[in-house]
């Protein structure tokens, strides 16, 4: 049956885009040429992009609701400006960067309205070689959790996580790359902290989701390509808001022990890293 046309949609995909023109292009032909019965609309939000972003999207994509900033407001702003207009029962925050398979994003959709204790979920992220991609999902990073990544590191030389699990499980975080979240979750929890520029962003936004009861789940069975799910640790730039943003995390969330415990930390935890 048809869905009268002032129906809210069922999902609200928005983007976040900064100089990838391209990438872009490819993400939202994916979106739209996906097999799906899923009402949905899709929120482009331009970080003050110089390719001609706009004005592509404007062309090619009439139907997507494009917000076009003066500036570069950063990643979490700018996703608050989408989620601040979208209409759907869900958000899916979505990388410019990501390629969406047929049915990923009905089947997440499914699995939510499946799960109504979710307050978020998360797919398989694939990188262009077909491979999962490490740290789709995690936990807290406490003081215990980064001390048993790092003694798994040096002592057993394997990752703390099956990043190839195909078992569906409760997580503390689900990556933002790709992440569906509830409407009455957001509305409990508030939208992304705009003080962390990048990373922990999605940590943040998970641990808010729990603290008010919700649960998050990694989905291993449904998957999208992140083409930009690769290391960063030849990217200075990217480790040192990294870490910075892993000390803003502590302030807000741990006390002064756990805090201490980084400052202490911080230079081993750096040696075996990889983010």
């Not at 996906?34 to 970080?47: C, I, R």
């Not at 729990?210 to 069975?221: A, D, E, H, S, V």
């Not at 805090?259 to 202490?264: A, E, K, N, P, Y």
């Amino acid at each position: 049956m048809d869905r009268p046309s002032h129906a809210l949609p069922d999902l609200s995909v928005v983007i976040v885009n900064w100089n990838t023109a391209a990438l872009l292009q490819n993400c939202l032909q994916s979106i739209f040429t996906s097999l799906s019965a899923l009402s949905m609309e899709v929120v482009v939000v331009d970080n003050a992009s110089s390719d001609d972003t706009p004005g592509q999207i404007k062309q090619n994509w009439p139907q997507v609701r494009l917000i076009e900033n003066a500036d570069n407001r950063g990643f979490a702003s700018a996703n608050n400006q989408g989620l601040a207009i979208s209409r759907g029962r869900y958000v899916a925050l979505l990388n410019s960067d990501t390629l969406v398979t047929s049915q990923a994003l009905s089947q997440l959709v499914a699995f939510m309205d499946e799960h109504p204790e979710a307050g978020a979920c998360g797919p398989c992220l694939l990188q262009p070689n077909g491979q999962p991609q490490a740290f789709a999902f995690g936990h807290d990073p406490t003081p215990g959790y980064l001390f048993r990544r790092g003694f798994t590191h040096l002592l057993l030389r394997r990752p703390l996580h099956n990043w190839n699990t195909d078992q569906t499980q409760m997580v503390d975080w689900v990556s933002g790359a790709c992440l569906i979240a509830r409407r009455q979750a957001i509305e409990q929890a508030g939208p992304l902290d705009e003080s962390i520029f990048m990373y922990f962003e999605d940590n943040d936004w998970c641990l808010r989701f729990r603290q008010c009861g919700w649960k998050i789940y990694y989905l291993p069975t449904v998957a999208i390509t992140h083409i930009g799910g690769q290391s960063r640790r030849q990217n200075p730039a990217a480790q040192a808001a990294y870490y910075t943003s892993l000390r803003y995390f502590y302030r807000k969330h741990y006390g002064w022990l756990s805090q201490l415990w980084l400052t202490v930390s911080l230079p081993f935890y750096r040696r075996f890293n990889r983010i």
